[in-house]
């Protein structure tokens, strides 16, 4: 899996995500129930920031591993061909 897959999911997650907080939203009940489904809504929104947060991370961490691999992989070829040069 890629970083911009994962970027992928996190956005096609926070759009799913707000189409069902928006429909929730839009439910009319009684007091008491409205109060719960508020309640709900709330920590619904706080649980999506930190997933959203997990799948940046996520991305982020690849794009870093990937960079580091470049780099190691730049770095080995370079004393190969030192080593070959000298030869």
Do not use: C, N, P
């Not at 008491?32 to 959203?52: H, I, K, P």
């Not at 799948?55 to 990937?66: K, M, P, V």
Request: proline residues 0%; aromatic residues 6%.
């Amino acid at each position: 899996m890629t970083a911009g897959q994962l970027e992928g999911h996190g956005v096609t997650f926070a759009a799913d995500h707000e189409a069902a907080h928006t429909k929730a939203a839009g439910v009319t009940l009684g007091a008491a129930s409205g109060v719960a489904l508020a309640g709900m809504l709330s920590a619904w929104e706080e649980e999506r920031a930190q997933f959203g947060a997990v799948f940046t991370g996520h991305a982020d961490a690849h794009r870093e591993a990937a960079d580091r691999y470049v780099q190691g992989d730049a770095g080995g070829a370079a004393d190969i061909d030192g080593a070959a040069s000298s030869m």
